[in-house]
């Protein structure tokens, strides 16, 4: 059971804008700054955002990450299938002390 | 260019001590502010965080695997240890470490190494 809580799965057709969201609590994301990454099949993560909505050099800028209060959501527009991954949110605990992932999102382009 | 490559036994025997080096270049474990992690991924499941040391030596662990971890640095070999005791078939996954450039995100990550547990 992770502390910060992802939808499974999301889905959504070429051109599209999806959105996966990543909800966790006063002593983490209410508080710290979140990241996601993104994770294809076989290979390691990789930085997508970082800082709620900082992109690092080379990722499109169809990615956007924000924060509403303890929850957090990674935008992707112009959907594409390349973008088909698993997106990981991320951030620090405070009560936990420790650095909690969310569950995961399987993101399929129809 | 930061790079960071993980090294180890592939299979471990259950009750046994399971030994990960990460070695890295392109960023140094002394400056400030700059840190190391460790992540893994069982088959087909999410991540989950293992443990983190700092430029300072400052060294957390995740709660529930905290009495099983040691994290240490070789600043003069540029590399990281981690060791679980008492490994079981449920640790059987990909053993990440990645670059904690401030505190505050994983970047990047090494390629990951697969260790198995199996008697």
């Known amino acids: 059971q992770s502390v910060l809580t992802q939808p499974p799965s999301a889905s959504g057709t070429p051109g599209q804008r999806v959105t996966i969201s990543c909800s966790g609590s006063?002593?983490?994301?209410?508080?710290?700054?979140v990241n996601w990454y993104q994770q294809f099949p076989g290979t390691a993560p990789k930085l997508l955002i970082y800082n709620y909505s900082q992109r690092p050099s080379g990722v499109p800028d169809r990615f956007s990450g924000s924060k509403s209060g303890t929850s957090a959501s990674l935008a992707i527009s112009g959907l594409q299938s390349e973008d088909e991954a698993d997106y990981y949110c991320?951030?620090?605990?405070?009560?936990?002390?420790?650095?909690?992932f969310g569950g995961g999102t399987k993101l399929t382009v129809l | 260019q930061i790079t960071l490559k993980e090294s180890g036994p592939t299979l471990v025997r259950p009750t046994q001590t399971l030994t990960l080096t990460c070695t890295f270049s392109g960023f140094s474990l002394t400056t400030s502010g700059v840190g190391v992690g460790w992540i893994r991924q069982p088959p087909g499941k999410a991540l989950e965080w293992l443990a983190l040391i700092y430029w300072d030596d400052d060294k957390r662990y995740s709660p529930s695997l905290k009495s099983r971890l040691t994290i240490t640095k070789d600043t003069s070999k540029n590399q990281v240890v981690l060791t679980m005791t008492s490994m079981d078939l449920v640790d059987t996954g990909t053993y990440y470490c990645?670059?904690?450039?401030?505190?505050?995100?994983?970047?990047?990550w090494g390629q990951g190494t697969l260790v198995t547990v199996s008697s």
């Open positions: 991320e951030t620090w605990d405070d009560t936990l002390n420790a650095v909690v």
């Open positions: 006063s002593s983490n994301i209410g508080t710290n700054t």
């Open positions: 990645a670059h904690r450039p401030s505190y505050d995100w994983f970047d990047p």
